[in-house]
């Protein structure tokens, strides 16, 4: 495993990087990556991780990174927050995150192989409840909703997906929210998004 900086490589993230559970061979990790209850993190092959990234697995399961992916600098990624026991999030082989997303897996988030994730991306299905208006909204609890990116899937800069099965194939356009099951090769936009066309469709 290679250590990425302009500084040369870094002792203390040496001794970090072997307390991780798992991890493969060829990888190339910035030494300004944060790792948060590292037995927890699972990195495969060939996998790059750039500057000032965080993987927090603090909470559920863990955080699971495939083959071959690309994580661009100042990306967030959480396993898991407390009361979420099951959640966790993975990353399929071949996959390029951009920078500066937020991914979080309270219910558990499964982003598929070779999915392209665009800058400023966001995908969190953690929220508040907020029903009783009698209550603050912060000691009303909260909820999660599982989410799941087909293989080969692209959603472009500043999108949002915040519930979802995405199936395989599909374009998420640009400012987009997405809340819903989008079949394969759907072509989606919108706020909240909506079904344009299929990718084949002329």
């Known amino acids: 495993m290679e250590l990425l900086s302009p500084l040369g490589p870094s002792s203390l993230n040496k001794t970090v990087l072997k ?5 493969g061979s060829n990888c ?7 790792l948060i209850n590292s037995k927890n993190i699972f990195i495969g092959n060939d996998v790059i991780i750039e500057d000032s990234v965080l993987l927090n697995a603090e909470y559920g399961k863990g955080i699971y990174i495939e083959d071959n992916v690309t994580i661009k600098r100042f990306t967030t990624i ?12 993975k990353i399929g082989k071949g996959s390029h995150i951009g920078t500066l997303n937020v991914l979080t897996g309270h219910a558990g988030l499964d982003i598929g192989n070779n999915c392209l994730l665009g800058p400023f991306v ?9 029903d009783q208006k009698d209550e603050l909204i912060k000691r009303q609890g909260d909820k999660s909703n599982p989410i799941k990116i087909g293989n080969d899937v692209y959603i472009a800069t500043r999108s949002s997906v915040i519930k979802g099965d995405i ?15 989008f079949k394969p090769f759907s072509i989606i936009r919108g706020l909240p998004a909506k079904f344009v066309k299929f990718r084949y469709e002329k």
């Open 78 to 89: 959480t396993s898991s927050g407390y009361g979420f026991p099951g959640g966790f999030v």
């Open 167 to 181: 199936g395989d194939g599909c374009i998420i356009s640009a400012h987009s929210l997405v809340n819903k099951d």
């Open 28 to 34: 190339k990790i910035a030494n300004s990556v944060s």
């Open 19 to 23: 307390k991780l559970e798992l991890f």
């Open 122 to 130: 966001s995908i969190n299905g953690y929220s508040h409840k907020f």
